[in-house]
């Protein structure tokens, strides 16, 4: 039996059909200022590699008013991402049970950003020079 | 029905994407606000011998691996966009994108190695 | 009736051997408080154009046939009520990234053949007959799979998925989510059979997780989750799929 024609409207422009949309490729965005972000600190630990002055220069650069905009458009970007990650953390765990039941997405969401703060505290201790 | 690779990335991507929810904004804060912040007022943060200190031994590993499963989350997330916007995004994107991954995981390797 | 209020349905039209792409219509339609949309269109069709084409059947949430667009959002026509969208216009049209078939009807095929081809049912592990007595499941086991029961077929959710809208081999949300209801049932034994459809990049891997899905979704199924919450199990698949030949690859 043929089937009657039908038609499909395609995909042309579809980000402009719902917010949700652009919600989405935002959250997708994020990961361009994450992965120059990541390629700066490459570039950081090739001239702490190569020297003091090559160090010092990867410094100087980055506070400069180009690369401070840009860093804290990356800060932007991250949080944004880390509010959509751990808001979607618990659609990502299969059906388990602790104890018994299984943990609500509230418990998750809270710990997940209980990790967060206490692993940010570890890295800037570390960092500052304060630990070990 | 073919046998998706796709979840070795997806590892990748997954992990790369939760260590920048759980710890990309303070390290963002840190090396690239504070650290020039400080500068202007005379303060040195991460200078050349407190940083060269700080990467030395499983610390510098664990650098390592951070900056790497960034940007393997970055690169995934990257291709499918370029997919997801209708732009051209198959075998030639792919390699391009993991393969900057890769290729910046060597180097920050190396460069780690070479302290 | 004296001040009677009024709204206009802007109803996208297409009849395939007459139209060569869909157009907008506009029909002004009296209506109260308790109007919904598919009355709307049933005024429609009975008192001004008859040629006007859609499905229905329940008129309460149920069936899942009267499944459109309505104001660029994937609804139930008649779940949705003509008030919420007064003074109007409110456009009306057949549910995005399914082939038109005619005026609201789209082309459902592709998705009843997925259906049909991921075992969707219950596969017991033994036979049994009425006389071996009921199943028996405690209540923690069937609030497993519970919600992903819900699912009467409507669609909102395909019309929700961009990456179905891309690629229509993408199995996509509301047939990964019955997948799931059945492989978490503690009374069925047929993951095995339905793990391919699961694995493939068509499965679980053609799901960028953009969520709307489940925003869409009249009956609470959140077909994100079901997808999501099996992405593990399918990589632990894969690995395993390393040590053994045939592991993880399950039976077509
Ligand atoms: S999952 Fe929800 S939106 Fe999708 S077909 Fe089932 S009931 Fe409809
Ligand atoms: S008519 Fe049955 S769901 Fe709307």
Redesign the pocket.
């Known amino acids: 039996m043929s089937r009657p024609r039908t038609y499909r409207p395609g995909m042309r422009g579809w980000w402009q059909r719902h917010p949700a949309y652009r919600r989405y490729l935002l959250r997708e965005g994020t990961s361009l200022f994450l992965g120059g972000y990541a390629l700066w600190l490459v570039a950081g630990l090739l001239c702490l590699a190569a020297g003091e002055a090559a160090y010092g220069q990867w410094r100087a650069l980055q506070g400069t008013p180009w690369l401070f905009g840009l860093h804290l458009a990356a800060l932007m970007a991250a949080c944004y991402h880390a509010v959509t990650w751990l808001r979607l953390l618990p659609l990502t765990v299969p059906v388990i049970r602790l104890g018994g039941r299984r943990p609500s997405d509230r418990a998750l969401i809270r710990g997940s950003w209980g990790v967060s703060v206490a692993l940010s505290a570890a890295l800037w201790l570390y960092l500052g020079g304060g630990w070990p | 029905m073919r046998r998706s690779h796709e979840p070795l990335l997806w590892l990748l991507f997954g992990a790369g994407g939760l260590l920048a929810a759980w710890l990309g904004p303070a390290l963002i804060l840190f090396t690239g606000i504070l650290v020039p912040i400080a500068a202007e007022r005379g303060v040195t943060l991460l200078g050349y011998e407190a940083a060269r200190g700080l990467l030395q031994g499983p610390a510098g590993l664990a650098a390592v691996a951070v900056v790497t499963l960034l940007l393997f989350h970055a690169a995934h997330r990257i291709h499918h966009t370029l997919h997801d916007l209708g732009l051209p995004a198959g075998r030639r994107t792919r390699l391009g994108c993991y393969g900057a991954a890769v290729a910046g995981g060597a180097l920050a390797a190396a460069a780690v190695l070479a302290l | 009736m004296a001040g009677e209020r009024t709204i206009t349905l802007e109803v996208q039209r297409f009849h395939p051997e007459a139209d060569e792409a869909p157009y907008l219509q506009p029909y002004t339609i009296p209506f109260s408080e308790g109007t919904s949309v598919l009355e709307g269109l049933q005024h429609i069709k009975d008192r001004l154009d008859g040629s006007l084409t859609f499905r229905w059947s329940c008129r309460m949430a149920v069936c899942?046939s009267c499944?459109c667009m309505i104001d660029g959002e994937p609804a139930l026509a008649c779940r949705a009520f003509l008030r919420d969208y007064a003074p109007g216009p409110v456009r009306v049209a057949p549910l995005d990234h399914l082939p038109i078939r005619r005026d609201l009807v789209v082309d459902q095929s592709d998705f009843l053949a997925k259906l049909e081809r991921a075992r969707t049912y219950l596969i017991p592990a033994d036979e049994r007959t009425p006389a071996d007595g009921a199943y028996r499941q405690t209540p923690e086991e069937m609030a497993d799979y519970y919600d992903y029961a819900?699912?009467?077929?409507?669609?909102?959710?395909?019309a929700a998925c961009p990456q179905y809208g891309w690629d229509q081999a993408f199995t996509g949300?509301?047939v990964l989510?019955l997948v799931q209801r059945y492989d978490l049932d503690s009374r069925d034994a047929g993951k095995d059979a339905r793990r391919a459809v699961v694995n493939a990049d068509t499965g679980v891997w053609g799901c960028t997780l953009v969520g709307y899905?489940s925003e869409?979704?009249?009956?609470g199924?959140d077909?994100a989750r079901a997808i999501n919450q099996r992405k593990p199990a399918s990589v632990a698949d894969y690995l395993l799929g390393w040590l053994r030949p045939s592991g993880g690859e399950g039976t077509p």
């Open positions: 899942g499944g819900q699912c009467i077929n409507c669609l909102l959710c395909y949300p509301a989510a899905c869409v979704c009249p009956k199924v077909p």
